[in-house]
């Protein structure tokens, strides 16, 4: 059982690129979102999916985009990417966006910007 | 401000002692509260939650977990540590006034010596 895929793993980019990270998730699960990892500041969500069809902001969703392309799938897109942006990035699905459940989290996704 | 405080960046301890790492949270209402533990490259897997009913909460993998209203803390224990414990722990609150989605201390890096 996969859980929650994320790809890619690693990815270096040059200030101004721009990058697409796809998340997936085998679980049913209704809710998708995507934190940030900083060293010092926990994690902080960018961008939130209640459900298919719907996508909203979260605590620092400046610089990026999102699309739930389906129940399964939840990318998070880098239009030009900053320095400011590298970071690792993971992904999370749900049952609800209530939280009255688990969060299940992907491996991470590590990007550099330079 | 809303916020959760993990006020121990970093804890070491000696493998079969003791262990109690501390949480606060500032919410107006009982927010729902949750431990989870990160180990070296890998995502966030959920240790334990509080939602209602008695302050005492066990967990996976030998954790505990006492929510004090008074204090507003959620503090996190384990009576015996064992090396592979060695992780970084996040606290982390759901609160309705902030949507109820998952809001992250900044992490306690757990070290274990043998």
């Known amino acids: 059982n996969a859980g929650v895929t994320q790809t890619p793993k690693f990815q270096v980019l040059k200030t101004g690129q721009s990058m697409t990270l796809q998340c997936a998730q085998d679980?049913?699960?209704?809710?998708m979102y995507w934190y940030r990892q900083d060293p010092g500041m926990g994690l902080r969500l960018i961008y939130y999916?209640?459900?298919?069809?719907?996508?909203d902001k979260g605590e620092v969703p400046n610089g990026y985009n999102v699309s739930r392309l389906n129940k399964r799938e939840f990318s998070l897109r880098l239009e030009s990417a900053a320095p400011s942006q590298t970071s690792v990035y993971f992904c999370?699905?749900?049952?609800?966006?209530?939280?009255?459940?688990?969060?299940?989290f992907g491996e991470g996704s590590r990007l550099t910007v330079l | 401000a809303q916020s959760v405080t993990q006020p121990d960046i970093h804890i070491t301890v000696s493998e079969g002692a003791s262990l109690e790492l501390r949480c606060n949270y500032s919410?107006?209402?009982?927010?729902?509260l949750f431990w989870y533990v990160q180990s070296p490259g890998q995502g966030l897997q959920l240790l334990l939650k509080y939602f209602s009913g008695d302050t005492l909460v066990q967990g996976i993998k030998g954790f505990e977990a006492e929510f004090k209203r008074s204090q507003s803390s959620f503090n996190l224990r384990k009576p015996s540590v064992h090396w592979s414990d060695a992780a970084e722990y996040f606290c982390a609150v759901a609160a309705m006034e902030y949507g109820n989605k998952l809001v992250f201390g900044a992490g306690t890096i757990l070290r274990v010596k043998s």
């Open positions: 999916s209640a459900s298919e069809g719907t996508t």
């Open positions: 919410y107006g209402a009982t927010p729902y």
């Open positions: 999370a699905s749900s049952w609800t966006s209530r939280n009255t459940g688990e969060l299940f």
């Open positions: 679980m049913n699960h209704n809710s």
